[in-house]
């Protein structure tokens, strides 16, 4: 990937005004940062700003919403979009989480308050309060439907919600340390879950029990992703009869990011090793971009495409900063990625740009949700952004 541009994160607002400014710099691997700043020229009749770029800078699009920035010495080009609406009032405090319903209407969202809310994802106003869980929940999201949550909290119980009533409907309880992820298989007949007591498991929701611990691997599992294998790849067979009660695993594979720099892939229906990948510091999250090309994030800010099929070697490995990789999401041809600086940034085969989301200022953006054209992230700073893609 082509050298990392950044741009001051309210950007939007400094060049509205007659010679407002704003930074930029340009951060080549292993060269010298090259430092630049926009200035507002003036604002045209339609209310977009006349900007110019200081010397190894060009403005290649402006409008109100987004400029189009590149740095030709480095070969580098990014499209920054400032958020087209903020949530300042869902939360008190730090949003640990965040998910949209199948059809966009709602959104849930956890915090370091305590708490956990269901709101209207067109204003952001408070639709319920999900009280239950003892301490911080830690990951919550819709079932296919729309019409239902699974949460996990530090109180090891996975808990499963109406979104209508904001009544507890499930507890799920055999975990011995708190839960960190989920992931739903097919339509949401089974779950998985990854906790810090270092296994994984499979519960049947409908009968609130667990159907079996899929890894047991002594270290903290930060991320789960579950995925619909390619014909290529050898699952391998369960060594007993599956319960009844398991429900589309048949084809799946389950992705584990570990604490102890590991990633693990198996079979989720055998129960089988598909690889054991080792990488530069703890894998944080994971997810599938199709039947055999994955991505995990790690610690240290890099970015793991593997093929399931030659896992030795990554495909690629991106790295754009030192900060740790807080969330991986796999969005039309390419994906979106959020880090522990504040960055959040989409990246398309079809584009030879990269899309940044701006607006933390430094703050861990620690999860990234889409529906459609929108794309929603919540930050460190209690806020949740919104951003349009309309002209892409």
């Given at each position: 990937?082509?050298?990392?541009?950044?741009?001051?994160?309210?950007?939007?607002?400094?060049?509205?005004?007659?010679?407002?400014?704003?930074?930029?710099?340009?951060?080549?691997?292993?060269?010298?940062?090259?430092?630049?700043?926009?200035?507002?020229?003036?604002?045209?009749?339609?209310?977009?700003?006349?900007?110019?770029?200081?010397?190894?800078?060009?403005?290649?699009?402006?409008?109100?919403?987004?400029?189009?920035?590149?740095?030709?010495?480095?070969?580098?080009?990014?499209?920054?979009?400032?958020?087209?609406?903020?949530?300042?009032r869902i939360h008190a405090k730090s949003i640990t989480c965040l998910d949209i319903s199948s059809g966009g209407g709602l959104g849930v969202s956890s915090s370091t308050d305590g708490s956990m809310k269901i709101w209207q994802a067109s204003n952001g106003e408070l639709r319920r309060v999900l009280e239950g869980h003892v301490f911080d929940v830690n990951c919550c999201r819709f079932f296919p439907s729309g019409l239902v949550v699974l949460s996990g909290g530090m109180d090891a119980q996975l808990k499963i919600w109406s979104a209508e009533d904001a009544?507890?409907?499930?507890?799920?309880?055999?975990?011995k340390g708190g839960i960190l992820d989920t992931a739903i298989v097919d339509q949401g007949r089974n779950a998985v879950s990854g906790s810090r007591d270092g296994t994984a498991r499979l519960w049947d929701?409908?009968?609130?029990?667990?159907?079996?611990?899929?890894?047991?691997?002594?270290?903290?599992?930060?991320?789960?992703?579950?995925?619909?294998?390619?014909?290529?790849?050898?699952?391998?067979?369960?060594?007993?009869?599956?319960?009844?009660?398991?429900?589309?695993?048949?084809?799946?594979m389950l992705l584990l990011a570990r604490e102890d720099k590991k990633l693990q892939c198996l079979g989720l229906q055998s129960r089988q090793p598909v690889f054991l990948f080792i990488g530069s510091d703890a894998f944080n999250c994971c997810t599938f971009l199709s039947g055999f090309l994955l991505l995990?994030?790690?610690?240290?800010?890099?970015?793991?495409?593997?093929?399931?099929?030659?896992?030795?070697?990554?495909?690629?490995?991106?790295?754009?900063?030192?900060?740790?990789?807080?969330?991986?999401?796999?969005?039309?041809?390419?994906?979106?990625?959020?880090?522990?600086?504040?960055?959040?940034?989409?990246?398309?085969?079809?584009?030879?740009?990269?899309?940044?989301?701006?607006?933390?200022?430094?703050?861990p953006v620690y999860k990234v949700a889409t529906w459609e054209k929108q794309i929603?992230?919540?930050?460190?700073?209690?806020?949740?952004?919104?951003y349009q893609l309309s002209d892409l």
């Open positions: 990937m082509a050298a990392p541009l950044r741009l001051q994160s309210d950007w939007a607002q400094a060049l509205r005004k007659d010679e407002g400014e704003a930074w930029l710099s340009c951060h080549p691997p292993g060269k010298p940062t090259l430092y630049g700043s926009l200035t507002c020229q003036g604002i045209g009749l339609d209310g977009i700003p006349e900007v110019t770029a200081s010397e190894g800078f060009i403005v290649n699009e402006i409008n109100k919403k987004s400029i189009h920035i590149s740095c030709p010495k480095e070969n580098a080009s990014s499209k920054f979009l400032a958020p087209y609406t903020t949530f300042s009544s507890c409907v499930v507890t799920f309880k055999g975990h929701c409908g009968r609130s029990a667990c159907l079996g611990v899929i890894a047991d691997c002594g270290s903290s599992i930060n991320g789960v992703a579950v995925g619909t294998a390619d014909n290529s790849i050898n699952l391998g067979s369960p060594e007993q009869m599956p319960s009844e009660r398991e429900v589309g695993t048949e084809s799946k995990a994030g790690t610690q240290d800010g890099n970015i793991y495409q593997l093929d399931v099929r030659s896992p030795r070697a990554p495909v690629q490995v991106i790295h754009r900063s030192g900060a740790p990789v807080m969330s991986l999401l796999s969005f039309r041809d390419g994906f979106i990625a959020s880090q522990g600086d504040g960055s959040c940034f989409i990246v398309q085969q079809d584009l030879d740009y990269v899309i940044e989301l701006t607006g933390a200022d430094c703050d929603y992230t919540c930050c460190r700073d209690g806020l949740v952004r919104r």
